[in-house]
């Protein structure tokens, strides 16, 4: 493969870690005034994601980082049409981080319970738009000859990129309840054992709309999967997903979250290969579109890139693995919890 192929797959294969590794964090958030019901339970809801997720954010940082160094042209367009959009996306991940830390700071009931709220709205916000912005990016921009978007913001929110937001909703609050059942035990896990077989159905259903309603009105994004062996992914992504509810019937948490990551990381990558050679689609006219070969930085950019990568990946995802591994077993309150 080319460097400019091998960094595309490489740009999937980070923001497929971060939807899967926030993916939980957020979908907790989700679920954070809803499941648990006291503040003993929503402080053990907080504490199972609270040694890993500004950890997992790290993730969204890298594939920015990926992008403006392998792909500026993109990076440069998508900041051209989606500035404000990117800054909703910083407004509420700020918003989670000082809830988190600003809950425990006073016991009063009226206080937790603000930034409790606080907390649920941003995350649940937050994956409504990164929805939509994904609906929007797999459907196509308005991209001019000058790679350039413009367009009024409203236009973003139309049915298709909706139908996303919503299945992006569902993926993640399914992804959140599985972790949280996963890591608590009594009342709370039961709860959240319940949240969690309501929505992986209702995942599957939005998946399968989805999938059809791309099929019919996004014909691009399946044009590679008119030849048989692609359809290998789509199809694993669709076990992995029908595996979570068997395994939830079996009350195996563990190989439940594991087939929701799997499942989580199959569809984006779909979604990823079904572009290609596309990295940013343009809705006006194709030949405005940037692809893997008209935005890709220099050879000599990559080959660099790659080295650094090489090195440095293999320490990230040992770091991970280890922090994953150090705080694993179900979650108990202690002196420095929040």
């Given at each position: 493969m080319t460097l400019n192929?091998?960094?595309?797959?490489?740009?999937?294969?980070?923001?497929?870690?971060?939807?899967?590794?926030?993916?939980?964090?957020?979908?907790?958030?989700?679920?954070?005034?809803?499941?648990?019901?006291?503040?003993?339970?929503?402080?053990?809801?907080?504490?199972?994601?609270?040694?890993?997720?500004?950890?997992?954010?790290v993730w969204l940082v890298v594939g920015g980082g990926v992008l403006f160094a392998a792909f500026p042209e993109v990076y440069a367009t998508l900041f051209s049409g989606f500035y404000p959009a990117f800054m909703l996306v910083l407004a509420f991940l700020i918003l989670r981080a000082v809830s988190i830390e600003f809950r425990g700071k006073r016991p009063s009931p009226a206080w937790r319970t603000f930034w409790d709220w606080v907390f649920g709205l941003a995350s649940l916000l937050l994956a409504l738009l990164l929805g939509v912005a994904f609906g929007n990016i797999a459907s196509g921009v308005p991209i001019d000859a000058a790679h350039n978007i413009s367009f009024n913001p409203i236009d973003l929110v139309h049915p298709y990129a909706l139908l996303v937001g919503v299945t992006a909703v569902a993926m993640l609050a399914q992804h959140g309840a599985l972790y949280l059942a996963l890591k608590t035990d009594g009342d709370l896990q039961r709860r959240a054992r319940r949240a969690a077989t309501t929505l992986i159905f209702a995942f599957i259903v939005l998946v399968l709309l989805t999938g059809l309603v791309t099929a019919i009105f996004e014909p691009h994004l399946t044009t590679l999967y008119r030849r048989i062996w692609p359809l290998v992914v789509p199809l694993a992504a669709l076990l992995a997903i029908a595996n979570i509810a068997r395994e939830m019937r079996r009350q195996n948490e563990l190989l439940a979250f594991a087939s929701s990551c799997a499942g989580i990381g199959l569809l984006l990558a779909s979604v990823g290969f079904g572009q290609y050679p596309a990295v940013l689609t343009s809705s006006l006219n194709s030949a405005f579109s940037l692809t893997v070969t008209n935005s890709m930085s220099s050879p000599l950019t990559l080959t660099v890139m790659l080295i650094m990568a090489l090195i440095g990946m293999p320490l990230v995802v040992a770091y991970t693995i280890g922090v994953y591994w150090l705080f694993r077993g179900k979650v108990s309150l202690g002196e420095r919890s929040y």
């Open positions: 192929v091998i960094w595309y797959v490489l740009f999937i294969g980070i923001i497929a870690a971060y939807v899967v590794l926030d993916g939980f964090d957020l979908g907790v958030g989700i679920l954070h005034t809803l499941v648990p019901r006291d503040d003993r339970e929503r402080r053990i809801s907080l504490n199972s994601i609270g040694p890993v997720w500004d950890g997992n954010e």
